[in-house]
């Protein structure tokens, strides 16, 4: 494993020059591949060599973009989609039989929420859930058919932390897969591979990109799990795309000084709704008064650029502070330059019914901040003129 830094890694980690001897990865903007002959076609589709088929196998963009993250997350292997969900749900489906079963943290991502309780179920797949804040009835819910822990954190939207050593411990203990998102995070803020998970996903369209873009998602890990993942999905056709995979490897090469950027705008937005009279609680890894703050700086390098917080006075007031923003972005995205302002109860999370909503935190006036990196003084601004 290389010795050098993750900011070098992100940047100096790129494919071979070609003849032309280019400084910047160029495009490789093809569906398919060529061979010197038949034998090479045969030996090439057995397997016997290692090279580029057809890009919705492997492409070099592709291939540079998901060695990167495997290299910034300690994984052995991986495998781009284009989306984040995609990523999810190619990832469960590959490792998955009919009649299996998963135990989840019950706050995750609402369409995540949908697969487990609508689609997987199609293929008699069950999920059990736990509460962020009830790690340890995670053991009473195992089953003998019980195959995977899931878990999101920072959790979306209500930015809870949950102890990735101790899932790690469980799931060695019971020999279950342990798959984390770590969108929120990523691999700069916080390597799930190193508590014990066996498998990473990331929307990449998020952070990762951090411009509000392109659409993409990564599933890294063992590299016997990801072998799995490869063959659902060359089949199932949901490949990340040359194009977005180039803009995303490029965008790795800024991650870390965004991320720092981010991380530093968004504990200096927590701390002044934290003292803001209409503001009834917040929500950031970073803060002392946040209930997994001594978890978030046991496994995270920063907080994240990810606030919630709970206006008082509730639905009502929550739709008058949205509609004075002026300057952020009333968007369902996050992680972009551009701070985003979203409610999740009537989007993200609007499938989820009110007491699934509210089993996770998600009440009418809970606010999600994606801090951006304008200058914070303007960011606050802006939320100020909209509390009063």
Same mark, same amino acid.
């Given at each position: 494993?290389?010795?050098?830094?993750?900011?070098?890694?992100?940047?100096?980690?790129?494919?071979?020059?070609?003849?032309?001897? &280019?400084?910047?990865?160029?495009?490789?903007?093809?569906?398919?591949?060529?061979?010197?002959?038949?034998?090479? %076609?045969?030996?090439?589709?057995? &397997?016997?060599?290692?090279?580029?088929?057809?890009?919705?196998?492997?492409?070099?963009?592709?291939?540079?973009?998901?060695?990167?993250?495997?290299?910034?997350?300690?994984? &052995?292997? #991986?495998?781009?989609?284009?989306?984040? %969900?995609?990523?999810?749900?190619?990832?469960?489906?590959?490792?998955?039989?009919?009649?299996?079963?998963?135990?989840?943290?019950?706050?995750?991502? #609402?369409?995540?929420?949908?697969?487990?309780?609508?689609?997987?179920?199609?293929?008699?797949? &069950?999920?059990?859930?736990? =509460?962020?804040?009830?790690?340890?009835?995670?053991?009473?819910?195992?089953?003998?058919?019980?195959?995977?822990?899931?878990?999101?954190?920072?959790?979306?939207?209500?930015?809870?932390?949950?102890?990735?050593?101790?899932?790690?411990?469980?799931?060695?203990?019971?020999?279950?897969?342990?798959?984390?998102?770590?969108?929120?995070?990523?691999?700069?803020?916080?390597?799930?591979?190193?508590?014990?998970?066996?498998?990473?996903?990331?929307?990449?369209?998020?952070?990762?990109?951090?411009?509000?873009?392109?659409?993409?998602?990564?599933?890294?890990?063992?590299?016997?799990?990801?072998?799995?993942?490869? +063959?659902?999905?060359?089949?199932?056709?949901?490949?990340?795309?040359?194009?977005?995979?180039?803009?995303?490897?490029?965008?790795?090469?800024?991650?870390?000084?965004?991320?720092?950027?981010?991380?530093?705008?968004?504990?200096?937005?927590?701390?002044?709704?934290?003292?803001?009279?209409?503001?009834? +609680?917040?929500?950031?890894?970073?803060?002392?008064?946040?209930?997994?703050?001594?978890?978030?700086? =046991?496994?995270?390098?920063?907080?994240?650029?990810?606030?919630?917080?709970?206006?008082?006075? #509730?639905?009502?007031?929550? =739709?008058?502070?949205?509609?004075?923003?002026?300057?952020?972005? +009333?968007?369902?995205?996050?992680?972009?330059?551009?701070?985003?302002?979203?409610?999740?109860?009537?989007?993200?999370?609007? =499938?989820?019914?009110v007491e699934d909503r509210a089993e996770v935190g998600i009440t009418d006036g809970l606010v999600r901040i994606s801090v951006g990196l304008e200058n914070v003084e303007d960011i606050i601004k802006d939320l100020e003129q909209a509390l009063v």
């Open positions: 494993m290389s010795q050098n830094h993750f900011e070098t890694e992100a940047i100096r980690q790129q494919l071979e020059r070609t003849q032309y001897q &280019e400084h910047s990865v160029p495009l490789y903007l093809t569906s398919s591949f060529v061979f010197e002959d038949a034998e090479d %076609m045969r030996a090439s589709f057995s &397997e016997e060599k290692q090279r580029n088929l057809y890009s919705r196998f492997t492409n070099p963009n592709t291939s540079e973009f998901v060695e990167k993250i495997c290299t910034l997350e300690g994984a &052995e292997a #991986g495998y781009a989609y284009a989306t984040g %969900m995609s990523a999810v749900f190619s990832t469960f489906a590959a490792l998955l039989n009919a009649g299996d079963h998963i135990v989840s943290c019950r706050s995750v991502f #609402g369409s995540t929420h949908t697969l487990f309780t609508k689609f997987l179920p199609k293929w008699n797949i &069950e999920t059990s859930y736990f =509460k962020v804040n009830e790690i340890e009835k995670i053991e009473s819910l195992i089953q003998p058919n019980t195959k995977i822990i899931y878990a999101e954190t920072p959790t979306n939207p209500a930015v809870d932390i949950l102890d990735l050593e101790v899932l790690g411990q469980i799931a060695k203990k019971h020999n279950l897969l342990l798959i984390i998102d770590n969108c929120f995070a990523t691999p700069y803020l916080q390597n799930p591979i190193q508590f014990g998970a066996d498998l990473v996903i990331h929307s990449a369209t998020k952070l990762i990109d951090g411009q509000g873009r392109v659409l993409g998602g990564v599933t890294v890990g063992k590299a016997n799990l990801v072998r799995e993942i490869y +063959l659902f999905s060359r089949n199932t056709g949901p490949a990340l795309s040359p194009f977005n995979a180039w803009v995303l490897s490029k965008s790795l090469e800024t991650l870390s000084v965004r991320v720092d950027r981010h991380c530093e705008n968004a504990l200096k937005v927590a701390t002044f709704l934290e003292q803001h009279s209409n503001v009834e +609680l917040v929500k950031y890894p970073f803060l002392k008064s946040h209930p997994q703050y001594h978890i978030a700086k =046991k496994q995270m390098k920063k907080g994240g650029n990810i606030v919630a917080f709970q206006i008082k006075g #509730g639905l009502e007031h929550g =739709k008058t502070f949205l509609n004075k923003i002026n300057m952020c972005s +009333l968007s369902a995205n996050l992680g972009d330059t551009r701070t985003i302002v979203t409610h999740p109860a009537s989007t993200t999370h609007s =499938k989820l019914s």
